[in-house]
């Protein structure tokens, strides 16, 4: 099955400063990405997702890039803001297409300091 | 998108008794599934839940512990059944709508 690793475990940054997470992948026939927001008491919230035919995409503050060759994919949050910390989750299909249950990694708590 | 929403949101059960949490979304769906979040832990999946046929359980997972019901393209069930401290975790629904995965609110499960 799918094994995916995530890092940092935990990330501080200032506010207006860029974050990166990163994660990693097994499966090499994965194609689909997506990236999870999780306030606390709250479900996860889809942010931004990216599939396999292309190595990058942004949205306002958030962009998404997939090196499927090295089987890693990142988060990158430029202009962080307070609005902006909770814990972050990425994600990747077992197998092939996003038919079947997620396997996630294990998350990073974002802290933005004033 | 799609709006999904669950029941209780919350609750605290004695041990050995069994919960039923409700998912029901809002708009027809092919492929619903059931999560497990444990206290400051990520997300495991527990069963995909098929309309019409029994769930597919993951790896850990048992049909006796957790059994699921889908009777129609908008609605799914979860048990806990005979419940354990163990069992204190957020349970998340989750639908596949378009190629993308979405998530309930969670139900947030004490067991004393």
């Known amino acids: 099955g799918e094994n995916v690793e995530q890092h940092p475990s935990t990330l501080s940054v200032q506010e207006g400063d860029s974050a990166v997470i990163k994660c990693t992948y097994s499966d090499s026939a994965s194609n689909y990405f997506p990236w999870y927001k999780q306030e606390l008491g709250k479900g996860p919230q889809l942010i931004i997702d990216i599939r396999s035919n292309v190595g990058e995409k942004k949205d306002q503050r958030i962009a998404v890039t997939l090196n499927k060759t090295a089987k890693h994919f990142s988060l990158h949050i430029t202009e962080t803001q307070p609005e902006d910390s909770a814990v972050y989750f990425c994600a990747a299909p077992p197998s092939g297409g996003g038919a079947d249950g997620l396997t996630f990694g294990k998350g990073t708590h974002l802290i933005i300091q004033p | 998108s799609a709006v999904i929403s669950q029941k209780p949101s919350r609750d605290i059960c004695q041990r050995g008794t069994s919960l039923t949490i409700q998912c029901q979304v809002d708009?027809?769906?092919?492929?619903m599934f059931w999560y497990r979040q444990q206290p400051g832990q990520s997300l495991t999946l527990i069963a995909t839940a098929n309309q019409g046929s029994e769930a597919t359980y993951e790896s850990g997972f048992v049909i006796d512990k957790f059994p699921i019901s889908r009777p129609n393209l908008t609605f799914s069930t979860l048990t806990v059944s005979n419940m354990s401290p163990e069992d204190s975790s957020i349970y998340l629904c989750s639908v596949e709508n378009t190629d993308t995965q979405y998530f309930g609110p969670g139900t947030r499960l004490t067991v004393l």
């Open positions: 708009s027809q769906v092919t492929m």
